[in-house]
């Protein structure tokens, strides 16, 4: 994970010879940067056979940086120009741009027309633009599908709660809740990584297990009342449970990432860490407040900090944000 993709591209430059796995492999580096646009300038510059990873890369990379029209336009070129049959992969990558951008009843239809049954990928790619812009209709359809065809995955669950919290419908996120624990589903922990020297430090939301546990917490909240007056503004409707204001502030606090990232601040004078970048690694998706809070970070230590989430990579600094807030 180190999150340079002038290192990645600097590699591809010196191959001697580079096969269709090379070209992919830039392209999807491009895609998980949310470089859309150098990702098409490459692909006008292939020398190699395109397959049907080129275009899951291609599509990955207009969901990543809201191409919406570039999207629409290599899903329904890909097979006259370059023989590539759309298969279930493409379908979902279409199904995410559409979402993305706001666009849910146009990703329904594109599902509804689908030659094969949508899967689970699918379902969940139009169940996370419900949940950006607050469909709540077609998000019970899709979390219902998705609980079909994977039972197990608590991404039906969770988004349909997070959707229901963020409309102050508190009742009906913890009877989701309820139902999940019922089924004995369980949701993933969100944890982070942070690496200073040789040494990997892993971070649970609450910072249990870490013996650094107060002072990082002492630290966090003088950090808090700097970035207030910065202009943070806490996203309370992000916490799950019907409680006050300030105590939906606290639970926004102690999310894994932030607490990787304080204790990278901790140690920035301590010889075992070096760089000007502080790179963070996070299993889930990083949340708004969170990604929030890195922007102006950022910006108020005058450093660039790296998060690489479940979706892709988050880079920040001084003002300019690579996902552009599309994300």
């Not at 979902?92 to 990928?121: Q, T």
Request: charged content about 25%; aromatic content about 8%; glycine content about 8%.
């Amino acid at each position: 994970m180190c999150g340079s993709i002038a290192l990645s591209k600097q590699a591809f430059d010196t191959m001697i010879s580079r096969d269709t796995v090379s070209w992919n492999s830039m392209l999807k580096a491009y895609a998980m940067h949310g470089q859309g646009k150098e990702a098409f300038q490459l692909f006008s510059q292939m020398d190699a056979q395109p397959d049907g990873a080129t275009f899951v890369a291609l599509l990955s990379a207009c969901s990543h940086a809201g191409m919406v029209e570039e999207g629409t336009k290599i899903f329904e070129t890909m097979s006259n120009n370059h023989g590539i049959v759309p298969q279930l992969d493409h379908y979902a990558c279409m199904a995410d741009i559409l979402g993305r951008a706001g666009r849910i009843s146009e990703a329904k239809e594109l599902i509804d027309k689908m030659p094969m049954e949508p899967d689970s990928v699918v379902w969940s790619a139009l169940l996370g633009g419900c949940r950006k812009h607050g469909e709540t209709k077609l998000a019970k359809l899709a979390a219902a599908k998705l609980k079909e065809l994977d039972p197990n995955n608590s991404l039906g669950y969770v988004l349909m709660s997070n959707i229901f919290s963020t409309d102050g419908r508190f009742t009906e996120a913890g009877l989701i809740r309820k139902e999940m624990e019922g089924k004995t589903v369980r949701k993933e922990p969100g944890l982070s990584w942070i690496e200073i020297g040789n040494h990997v430090h892993e971070f649970a939301s609450g910072g249990q297990q870490r013996p650094e546990r107060e002072a990082i917490f002492s630290k966090l909240e003088k950090l808090v009342r700097r970035l207030k007056d910065f202009g943070y503004v806490p996203r309370i409707s992000l916490a799950f449970h019907d409680i006050e204001d300030e105590q939906k502030e606290e639970q926004l606090y102690y999310h894994s990432e932030k607490l990787a990232l304080v204790f990278a601040l901790m140690n920035l004078g301590n010889r075992r860490y070096s760089g000007n970048i502080i790179k963070i690694m996070k299993n889930i998706r990083i949340c708004v407040d969170c990604h929030n809070f890195m922007k102006l970070v950022s910006e108020l230590v005058d450093m660039e900090i790296v998060v690489r989430d479940s979706n892709r990579f988050h880079h920040f600094k001084a003002k300019v944000y690579s996902c552009n807030d599309y994300w």
